[in-house]
């Protein structure tokens, strides 16, 4: 039974999803949700040796030639958009926008969940992610309007 | 290697199901009339399966579990449907075989349906809810299973639900393998079918989606794909029983099947630009079922309901009549049907009123209800560590659930079961906007779904705003008022302001 301090699964995964977010050095990107999981998917690759436990409730669905799915990825990126942490624009132009403290107030909110070896490793995940987001100019409509 | 102990387990339960039975010779096709297909027609070895006490079973596990307390007409098990997708998958590949009568042979057609007859042959009681019980459970063993290496492909199971993850592992256990050769063996029919070809582990990966080469892809894809068969099915059985009024015009669909043909590229299920609008029909309609049918209020209320007995039972665990509900293996999950849970858990001691209750639909109503709009603008952000993913209940909604009892419960004189924060999944529609491709004519290029429509993107804020969560109590409205307000303080003391809609929303006011 599940007690009223412990982490569950779903919360570890979410609290590492919000790192890698927290971490990244703008506010606004081109990728989509399953270029999203693509990206942390090849982080995967790279990472999940040297840190099995970051990566160990994240699961895809690969496709050759088509972008990766993840099921967690997918519902991390909703509950953001629920919480207006981030909104979609005009996706030919924009696809997503953090908030101005989204980053922040992730970062403040989940670094304490881990060692600092581990928030090292996530910050070189984050910088290495940045180039397959698609960093976007940022267009006309902002979240903090 | 953990897959070999929970082989083991499987290959026990699934002996002790088939025991002795042998498969029967089946003369002659037969022909099922079903409600939403009309006449499924089915091969003499197919019945021969449709025998085997494994898939008798699924009649026993409804598709949608209690969804018939809020729409009656909702009893339709997962033994219809596993006919219904044989049947779709028939006509998906039948409307390939015109197009590529050397790919689509008699013999893929025969494994395709065999696939489509046995994929949810891994359902639990009470589908996906029994599914999310069980990966409360047993979640950490499934998910490293899904990082194993499994008949010599590395993470084989990955990315699958528990139940696919079961169904594999049944149909390629050595008891039902056996049966398989001998039901195929006994039955080889009057049309040149080579069943004596089709093996178990083929056929356990259709149902799983996994190809072991790339140019089977389209097979896979029928059963365990983006537009597969399966959801087709339930699609038009769901809307059919609930009485929703939503399309899925699946001939159309249907007959625009093709398989990619681009050099380099998988061979995987694609359509014609002119199926863009009937896949955008299919995906409203997922959305539009999620919505009324599967997140319907009172539909969670009854999963609510089951997953308090399932606390109970935990708690009761080494006392229990039936030793199933101890749930000490997960196959113990797999041994247990709708009516059984019932009617057991109705003997066990101290579970009978609530078994009771259930079944004569005294549910817990709404107290209050959290969405886009009843929950305040940058609070809203705080609301976020709540609505994780179901399979686990997250710290901070123990939290809220022990702070909101703390100030109610001795006035109201009611059990901490009586008290429920529910937060159910968010839909999506992700992978089918990344893995459904288009191609226009045989020379063009294959485009993602995502790429001609930003179906994901539209379909997620669609969710979003339809997304509600819910705080459960007592029937009494004087104390569903209360329990609104001792909700809204513990949700400020986490930082979460509510409006006044949450209630409104509730039917409570003050």
């Not at chain 2, 008699?106 to 949810?120: E, G, Y």
């Not at chain 2, 229990?320 to 059984?340: G, V």
């Not at chain 2, 893995?435 to 979003?464: G, M, N």
Request: net charge negative; glycine share 4%.
């Amino acid at each position: 039974m599940i007690t009223a301090g412990e982490t569950t699964r779903a919360e570890k995964t979410f609290a590492f999803l919000s790192l890698l977010v927290a971490y990244l050095p703008e506010d606004h990107y081109t990728a989509d949700a399953s270029k999203w999981a693509t990206a942390i998917s090849d982080l995967r690759i790279m990472y999940e040796a040297v840190y099995p436990h970051l990566f160990r409730w994240l699961h895809f669905r690969h496709m050759p030639r088509a972008d990766s799915y993840s099921p967690e990825v997918s519902n991390f990126l909703s509950f953001l958009q629920f919480a207006d942490a981030t909104a979609v624009h005009n996706p030919g132009f924009m696809t997503m926008e953090f908030g101005p403290n989204t980053r922040q107030v992730l970062r403040e909110r989940f670094e304490r969940s881990f060692s600092s070896e581990d928030i090292g490793a996530i910050k070189e995940m984050s910088g290495k992610m940045v180039s397959k987001l698609g960093v976007s100019p940022k267009n006309g409509v902002s979240l903090s309007s | 290697m953990l897959v070999d102990s929970v082989r083991e387990k499987i290959d026990t339960w699934v002996s002790g199901i088939i025991g002795a039975r042998l498969p029967p010779r089946i003369r002659d096709f037969k022909v099922v009339r079903d409600p939403i297909h009309d006449f499924i027609r089915l091969h003499p070895h197919e019945v021969a399966i449709l025998d085997c006490p494994l898939l008798q079973r699924l009649r026993r596990i409804r598709q949608n579990a209690l969804a018939y307390f809020v729409y009656p007409g909702m009893h339709h098990t997962r033994f219809e449907h596993s006919l219904g997708v044989a049947h779709v998958a028939d006509l998906m590949a039948s409307a390939l075989q015109e197009f590529y009568p050397n790919e689509v042979t008699p013999h893929v057609r025969a494994s395709v349906r065999l696939a489509a007859l046995l994929h949810d042959v891994g359902h639990v009681f009470f589908s996906h809810l029994g599914e999310t019980l069980l990966e409360e459970e047993y979640g950490d063993l499934f998910a490293d299973l899904a990082n194993e290496t499994v008949d010599g492909t590395p993470r084989l199971l990955e990315g699958l639900d528990i139940a696919e993850i079961l169904s594999y592992l049944i149909i390629t256990s050595g008891p039902f393998k056996g049966y398989l050769e001998q039901a195929l063996a006994l039955n080889p029919g009057r049309e040149n079918l080579r069943l004596a070809n089709i093996e178990s582990t083929e056929v356990a990966r259709l149902v799983i989606g996994k190809v072991r080469d790339e140019r089977d892809r389209f097979k896979a894809d029928i059963i365990h794909g983006s537009m597969d068969a399966d959801k087709i099915d339930y699609f038009m059985r769901d809307c059919h029983y609930s009485g929703i009024r939503a399309e899925v015009d699946a001939s159309r669909l249907i007959n625009t099947l093709r398989i990619l043909s681009s050099p380099d590229w998988p061979r995987a299920l694609t359509v014609s630009g002119t199926a863009l609008h009937h896949l955008e029909q299919i995906l409203m309609t997922k959305l539009l079922l999620y919505t009324s049918v599967y997140q319907h209020h009172k539909v969670r209320a009854t999963e609510a309901a089951v997953r308090t007995i399932y606390r109970k039972l935990r708690e009761r665990r080494g006392t229990l009549r039936h030793k199933p509900l101890e749930f000490a293996e997960f196959t113990d999950f797999l041994r247990i049907d709708d009516s059984q849970f019932f009617v057991w858990v109705g003997q066990e001691n101290g579970l009978e009123e609530l078994v009771n209750q259930l079944a004569s639909r005294q549910l817990l109503k709404r107290s209050l209800v959290l969405c886009r709009q009843s929950v305040d603008y940058p609070s809203r952000f705080n609301f976020l560590r709540f609505a994780l993913p179901a399979e686990t209940t997250p710290s901070s909604v123990r939290r809220v659930e022990q702070g909101i009892y703390d100030s109610i419960a001795a006035p109201h004189k009611v059990d901490r079961d009586s008290l429920v924060l529910d937060f159910p999944p968010l839909p999506d529609a992700d992978r089918e906007a990344a893995q459904i491709f288009i191609q226009a004519t045989k020379e063009a290029q294959p485009e993602a779904l995502k790429e001609l429509l930003p179906t994901d993107d539209w379909l997620r804020s669609y969710a979003v705003n339809k997304y509600r969560a819910h705080v459960f109590y007592v029937s009494e409205e004087d104390k569903r008022l209360a329990a609104a307000h001792a909700a809204e303080s513990a949700f400020q003391a986490e930082e979460v302001r509510l409006t006044p809609l949450a209630r409104t929303l509730a039917h409570i006011g003050d």
